[in-house]
């Protein structure tokens, strides 16, 4: 079975300070990838997913992820923070024509004001 | 739009007794609806996969006679834990793929406080 790695489970910064969350996954075949957003109290929303192209992918709310295939690894950056962003992220893969997903642990993100 | 509703919000019941969750597309219409189980500060973990109409598709694992699922409409899929057991206390969460979208699209529903004393 797949398994998806998030490390560093809490993450705390300053506003207008940059994040980047890693994301390594085990399977070696095709993969679709995902990031997903829980702010507090809410549901998880999609905020940027990989399927094929461009390995840099844009998000909403100024989010972007890297598909390295060499490492297996999907990561998210933001160049500068806000408190808003204050929320659980989780990475999430999928095998290539398969819609089941596999999660991380996911990283608990708090952004100081 | 793709709003995923779920109900109850949170339940407490006695072990042994059995608990329905409703998942709810409220605005599209859903081939494949997905149910997972996550533990605290732990990842969501998918159970069962379900398409209407058809059987539940369940993980390696997971018991399908104690978690039923049926998906008897395009807008409702139904998780009933039966004879539960404290064990079973965990967070549940549907979500729903659009029939006329992507296969890949998943939307989430808010999820289900499952307490079982």
């Known amino acids: 079975a797949q398994s998806v790695s998030q490390h560093n489970h809490h993450v705390i910064l300053s506003e207008a300070a940059s994040l980047e969350l890693g994301c390594n996954y085990s399977?070696?075949?095709?993969?679709?990838l995902f990031w997903y957003v829980q702010y507090p109290g809410q549901h998880l929303q999609l905020l940027l997913k990989?399927?094929?192209?461009?390995?840099l992918v844009k998000g909403i709310k100024g989010f972007e992820a890297e598909f390295i295939k060499s490492k297996f690894s999907f990561n998210l950056r933001k160049p500068s923070v806000q408190w808003s962003d204050t929320a659980e992220y989780f990475c999430a893969v999928a095998r290539y024509g398969n819609n089941r997903l596999a999660f991380g642990k996911g990283n608990q993100v708090v952004v100081i004001p | 739009g793709a709003v995923v509703s779920q109900h109850p919000s949170w339940v407490i019941c006695k072990s042994g007794t059995s608990v329905k969750i409703e998942c709810r597309s409220l605005d599209f219409q859903a081939t494949t609806m997905f149910w997972y189980r996550q533990f605290p500060k732990q990842s969501l973990m998918l159970m069962a996969t379900s398409n209407e109409g058809s059987k539940a598709t369940y993980e390696q694992g997971v018991e399908k006679d104690k978690f039923l699922i049926n998906h008897a409409s395009l807008t409702l899929s139904t998780l009933t834990v039966t004879s539960a057991h404290p064990e079973d206390s965990s967070f549940y969460i549907c979500?729903?793929?659009?029939?006329?979208?992507?296969?890949?699209?998943?939307?989430f529903g808010p999820g289900t406080r499952l307490t079982v004393t």
């Open positions: 990989y399927f094929s192209g461009d390995p």
């Open positions: 979500s729903a793929s659009p029939t006329s979208g992507s296969d890949y699209e998943q939307y």
């Open positions: 399977y070696g075949g095709t993969v679709n």
